[in-house]
């Protein structure tokens, strides 16, 4: 098993819709978990962090599932504007930081 | 408060030539990475500093050394180029915490190609 793994995409979505996609991780010890945002050709940015009991900014809510070991980023009312790469973070075995390879996300007009 | 900074923001390399990666944060922060990013293979962590005197390999060292030079500057060096470097090379600063980790700001990146 990958340490952590995303569906690639692209998820292709009207705008004003709701798209969720999780990513999975393998070190049960992890206690840091996030999502980036990444735009084309340009540096990752922090869009939230995932607490154990879930957090929301927004139209963004972020929630951790330990028992299955995947955390998910639901987007509501997109906006053409989210169209960008989404990057999970978590701790890997020996505690260092690993990043998944990305969802690729399309909000289509 | 500039964040960090990357600097060349391009660069093109012949094989064989060696360069230099210069990275700077005024955050203030502890630790400090270098991430190379391919398509299709994400982010992958090329070496870290947790604090200032230190550095530790990542996933992918091999064929790169870094230097700390204090706290606000960590360069990334490539002492014989290789087509196999060609990648987009990011920096980051963050916050390390007891087995955990706060989030990471990134730099702007720098573009390389090796002919």
């Known amino acids: 098993r990958k340490e952590v793994e995303q569906d690639p995409g692209p998820f292709n979505v009207p705008e004003g819709a709701t798209v969720a996609f999780n990513c999975t991780y393998s070190?049960?010890?992890?206690?840091?978990f996030f999502w980036y945002r990444q735009d084309c050709r340009k540096e990752p940015k922090l869009l939230m962090s995932?607490?154990?009991s879930g957090n929301e900014d927004g139209r963004f809510t972020a929630q951790l599932n330990r028992a299955s070991q995947y955390i998910s980023l639901l987007i509501r009312d997109s906006k053409l504007s989210d169209s960008a790469t989404y990057l999970c973070?978590?701790?890997?075995?020996?505690?260092?930081?690993?990043f998944g390879k990305g969802t690729r996300l399309h909000i289509l007009p | 408060n500039a964040g960090v900074t990357q600097t060349p923001k391009f660069q093109v390399l012949k094989t064989g030539q060696s360069m230099t990666l210069q990275c700077a944060q005024d955050?203030?922060?502890?630790?400090m990475y270098w991430y190379r990013q391919d398509p299709g293979m994400g982010l992958r962590l090329i070496y870290y500093?947790?604090?200032?005197?230190?550095?530790d390999k990542g996933e992918v060292p091999n064929g790169y050394n870094v230097s700390r030079l204090n706290k606000r500057e960590f360069s990334l060096r490539l002492e014989s180029a290789a087509p196999s470097q060609t990648s987009v090379y990011f920096c980051a600063s963050g916050e390390p915490g007891q087995g955990s980790y706060n989030e990471q700001f990134f730099g702007p990146g720098t573009r390389l190609t090796v002919l």
């Open positions: 995932v607490y154990s």
């Open positions: 500093s947790a604090s200032e005197g230190t550095t």
């Open positions: 973070v978590a701790l890997g075995r020996d505690d260092k930081i690993i």
């Open positions: 955050m203030n922060h502890n630790s």
């Open positions: 070190n049960s010890a992890s206690q840091s």
